[in-house]
């Protein structure tokens, strides 16, 4: 079971990239996939998540109609599309995934995943 997350790398202010989370292993469609930031200096952050069952997606404040969460199932993807790119933007992301159910807000804890990708750095700035 592993995740790969990718797509990471240097964008001006205002500028989009899109991060790839692939598993191999085990279908995504059957697992809640989180992506979460860390700066340097600061605690992991929650980004967003999609559950497994209904495919709901949630949004931190900091990028709620920024970025959009979406999963290819034919492709074992889920995708992070992040428009309008800040310097605060800036961390290294990481994906995570959790197959058993739990209720939907434990899904912005970091400690409710059971895999997690190696990170892929993003950073914003002119």
């Known amino acids: 079971v592993q995740l790969q997350a990718s797509g990471g790398g240097l964008v001006q202010p205002g500028g989009s990239l899109r991060l790839s989370c692939a598993a191999s292993?085990?279908?995504?469609?059957?697992?809640?996939i989180g992506w979460f930031r860390q700066a340097p200096g600061k605690e992991r952050e929650w980004v967003s998540y999609?559950?497994?069952?209904?495919?709901?997606?949630k949004y931190a404040d900091s990028v709620k109609g920024r970025f959009t969460i979406s999963r290819d199932n034919a492709k074992n993807i889920v995708y992070l599309q992040m428009n309008s790119l800040k310097p605060e933007d800036t961390a290294v992301y990481y994906c995570?995934?959790?197959?058993?159910?739990?209720?939907?807000?434990?899904?912005?804890?970091?400690?409710?995943?059971?895999?997690w990708g190696q990170g892929t750095q993003v950073t914003v700035s002119s």
């Open positions: 995570a995934a959790r197959r058993s159910a739990v209720v939907l807000s434990a899904l912005r804890n970091f400690r409710s995943y059971d895999y």
């Open positions: 999609i559950s497994s069952s209904d495919g709901i997606k």
């Open positions: 292993g085990f279908p995504l469609d059957y697992y809640a």
